[in-house]
């Protein structure tokens, strides 16, 4: 299968907004990126926390507050039922941290994605209940929303329950005592798209705020949350979600922390163990550097590994547990080239431009990299995929699957289930990122059927893979100062990253490790030279070049200079 024809576009920043927002005070090239991603006013630019919503208008996290007060109390016992990813990590994180300061009696349990799945099921709860100290209170993080069969056997079991979550929900709640999630029925909270941390760090906002009315911090100290917020940062970024203001402010706030040094010992031990310096912290390295690392706990082995890194405060610990994070990472990494190899095999038999989406299988595949594949071949073919695994019990396949831009993921598994009844085991997620279970035998079923929805639901011009941009670059901007400058700022999904597009005439080239082009450029506007970084580069260059790329920092035996970071390229 060929790789996907790109267009490169350039995305519309008025000229009046990005004016005012210059006349405001802004930096010239910020004020035009801040245009074109729909700012208007330099207020929306304040990251200060004076600017968040108030956690009184969150659904439930006043209840929570209540329940959770009550029984700290009462002096019950608490256990926070965590999810096998970073956002899942660090909210569990939040939670035993915070709710350790505020005197709770509270231990955690991560489910195993390999033996009992996503969530709060059944099984999980009956885990919880045989514990040597039998909870009182669950209280789920970044999971539950879906657990209604989960929540009924709690209650059964007689626990009480606390869901904070920020999936979307199905068509039945889950009949617990609170439902924290902007995204269940009825919640006006603004931003739908905090992650699970942002939910967990807002309940323990309202439950520092009912303490307080309770007078529990007059003898004692009042514990910070402002400290966690660094945890709140790298979750969000991690679970890639919106970054709309509010998750801005959130991420803002945590990289500020962790360039002022006042970070996790876990975090900073992870910082160090990929190489990065926490103090020149950036979005890029929370989603690329940090995340994955955590990540993999979940995809290999058990999370509690994460989990304990995290809610250390021991910096010997926490780097002993980095390390441990970071050979299971190089392993992932070496189990998705093996599995990436395979699935190169799997495409070559299938006809370009024919299909609308991508399900891959192969028997040998790791279930804890499928999601990773899947979004490295959606990457590549821009085409809706499913990579799946077995697991699960005997005879069943788990699938991860990853979107583009005009399909709805979660709403498309909705319409395969509705026409073909008893299909999918079980299915959830969101628009860009879903995973489901069915069973071996009915795969050709559905992908057949997902093919048929794909169809119906894309256009050809969603199948075209458009690359948008800022547009070009002026040459007085290729220094380190801009570059700085945009390193500074909070990028991410719905808020990205500057891309810019130009033409530069190629003045040498030479390959590194056989794969990665380094080239010096000489812009079409303007003198002078600049070099520029092509990994993964899939051919040679020469002449002319269109190229759309970054403004880097490249730092290299102590020396910082500038270069393009070049993420496509083709000859003119």
């Known amino acids: 299968m060929n790789q996907t024809v790109t267009r490169i576009i350039a995305r519309n920043a008025p000229v009046k907004a990005a004016w005012a927002l210059e006349q405001a005070g802004l930096p010239p090239l910020l004020a035009r990126l801040y245009a074109a991603r729909g700012i208007r006013s330099r207020e929306e630019t304040d990251t200060k926390l004076a600017n968040l919503i108030p956690p009184d208008r969150m659904k439930g996290a006043q209840e929570a507050a209540v329940l959770l007060a009550d029984a700290i109390a009462a002096g019950k016992k608490l256990l926070i039922v965590a999810d096998y990813d970073c956002d899942g990590a660090t909210a569990c994180a939040v939670g035993m941290r915070a709710l350790r300061g505020f005197g709770a009696k509270v231990d955690y349990l991560v489910p195993n994605r390999f033996e009992t799945g996503y969530g709060l099921s059944p099984e999980v709860v009956r885990i919880a209940a045989a514990l040597p100290a039998k909870p009182d209170l669950l209280i789920t993080v970044d999971n539950g929303i879906a657990s209604v069969e989960g929540i009924a056997e709690a ?8 869901i904070t979550d920020h999936h979307l929900p199905g068509d039945a709640l889950p009949e617990a005592a ?14 739908k798209s905090i992650a699970g941390v942002g939910v967990m ?5 309202a439950l520092r705020a009912e303490l307080r009315k309770r007078g529990a911090f007059k003898e004692n100290p009042e514990p910070n949350l402002g400290e966690l917020l660094d945890l709140v940062a790298a979750g969000t970024v991690a679970d890639v979600v919106a970054l709309d203001r509010n998750n801005r402010i959130l991420v803002a706030q945590g990289l500020a922390r962790m360039r002022e040094g006042r970070i996790k010992p876990g975090l900073a031990a992870l910082f160090r163990v990929a190489g990065r310096e926490a103090h020149q912290a950036a979005t890029f390295d929370l989603g690329f550097a940090l995340g994955p690392r955590i ?9 509690g590994r994460g989990i304990e890194c995290l809610i250390t405060d021991d910096p010997g610990r926490a780097m002993n547990i980095a390390q441990e994070l970071e050979a299971l990472n190089k392993e992932r990494r070496a189990i998705e080239a093996d ?6 095999s799997l495409l070559e038999e299938i006809e370009p431009g024919e299909q609308a989406s991508i399900v891959l299988f192969d028997p040998d595949w790791h279930q804890g990299v499928i999601g990773i594949l899947a979004g490295r071949v959606k990457e590549r073919y821009h085409r809706p995929t499913f990579a799946f695994a077995r697991g699960g019990d005997e005879g069943q396949l788990k699938a991860s699957g990853r979107s583009i831009p005009g399909l709805h993921l979660r709403d498309a598994l909705d319409l395969v289930s509705k026409r073909h009844p008893g299909l999918l085991v079980r299915f959830g997620g969101h628009a860009a990122a879903a995973g489901l279970t069915l069973l071996e035998d009915d795969l050709p079923i559905f992908e057949e059927a997902f093919e048929q929805v794909a169809q119906q639901l894309l256009s050809p011009a969603d199948l075209t893979r458009t690359l948008e941009t800022d547009g070009p670059l002026e040459s007085g901007y290729y220094n ?13 999904q719905g808020f990205p990253q500057p891309l810019f597009a130009d033409r530069f005439q190629v003045v040498s080239q030479r390959l590194l490790k056989e794969k990665h082009l380094r080239l010096t450029l000489r812009p079409s506007q303007g003198k002078g030279q600049v070099e520029a970084i092509w990994f993964n580069a899939s051919h040679s260059v020469d002449g002319e ?6 403004l880097q920092i490249n730092e290299y035996m102590g020396q910082q200079t500038v270069q393009l970071l070049i993420e496509h390229c083709e000859p003119i």
Not at 155 to 162: C, E
């Open 295 to 303: 990540n993999a706990a979940g995809r290999l082995g058990d999370m």
């Open 201 to 205: 760090f807002y309940v323990m906002l």
């Open 480 to 492: 380190l100062e801009s570059a700085r400058l945009l390193h500074q700022e909070v990028w991410g």
């Open 339 to 344: 599995m990436k190899t395979t699935a190169e």
């Open 545 to 550: 070049i269109e190229a759309a790329f970054r």
């Open 178 to 191: 609170v439902i924290v999630n902007p995204n269940q029925p009825g919640c006006d909270f603004p931003s």
């Open 155 to 162: 209650t059964r079991l007689g626990m009480t329950t606390l």
